[in-house]
């Protein structure tokens, strides 16, 4: 019938909870994202795929598109642990390319460049810059003319519907005849007009006045058969 009766002492210490801060959750490849840790005093991140780390708050470069999954585990003072994960999603960034297309003027004195723009994921804005101060806001298509001989890079910089950037350009090499070779007229009565090409004579030449009508002659007359009409004459230089 006899009783007793002891006591013991537990010291039960906190355990910590775990919170992961970021600077996004989403991100395009290439991207950095600055991570914070919270609720311990050590810290051990666990970037699956990427790497590890033990600071409190690092900085991750996600060179990759795709969705990690983070980890972190951390620890207080007395032993006690904690583990959180967090997803972040990472796009891939877009990948245009430039596609020109020659338009030449029959005469030489211009050529007009449509550019298409093949990208990898849907765009949400363009811009175009062709190198000889046009420029324009199309997504996928753009035009643009050149009438001075030289080498001009087009370039094109999009932002797609995830707000990823991306960047290509290609050199166009613009060679016009129109700067070496031209011809003169003289207008006579009736509508005759005589024509003299300032190009080489070992060369031939392609008149055009009105369809039909050509010549091959280097310096030809034509008759126009209306005086109050305007007439576009082009030489062909072959």
């Known amino acids: 019938g006899c009783l007793g009766s002891s006591t013991y002492t537990a010291e039960v210490y906190p355990k910590p909870i775990a919170q992961i801060i970021s600077s996004s959750t989403t991100a395009c ?67 245009p390319t430039i596609f020109p297309g020659y338009n030449y003027d029959p005469c030489g004195k211009f050529i007009c460049v449509s550019f298409t723009c093949a990208a990898t994921t849907p765009l949400q804005n363009s811009y175009w810059s ?34 990823c ?19 003169t007229y003289t207008v006579g009565v009736n509508g005759s007009v005589t024509f003299s090409a300032t190009s080489l004579p070992s060369l031939t030449w392609n008149w055009n006045f009105t369809a039909p009508n050509q010549s091959i002659l280097q310096n030809p007359t034509f008759i126009f058969p209306d005086t109050t009409q305007n007439y576009n004459v082009c030489l062909i230089i072959k």
């Open 29 to 95: 490849a290439g991207s950095s994202i600055n991570f914070m840790g919270t609720g311990g005093n050590s810290y051990f991140w666990d970037f699956v795929g990427i790497g590890t780390s033990n600071s409190s708050n690092p900085t991750v470069v996600f060179p990759f598109n795709g969705t990690y999954n983070i980890l972190l585990f951390t620890s207080n003072t007395y032993g006690c642990s904690d583990t959180i994960a967090k997803q972040i999603q990472i796009f891939a960034k877009p990948t």
């Open 165 to 183: 950037t991306g960047v290509d350009s290609t050199l166009l090499n613009v060679a016009l005849i129109n700067n070496i070779y031209d011809f």
């Open 130 to 163: 062709f190198g000889n101060g046009q420029t324009s806001s199309n997504l996928y298509t753009a035009i643009s003319c050149y009438s001075v001989n030289g080498i001009y890079k087009a370039k094109i910089s999009v932002i797609d519907t995830n707000g």
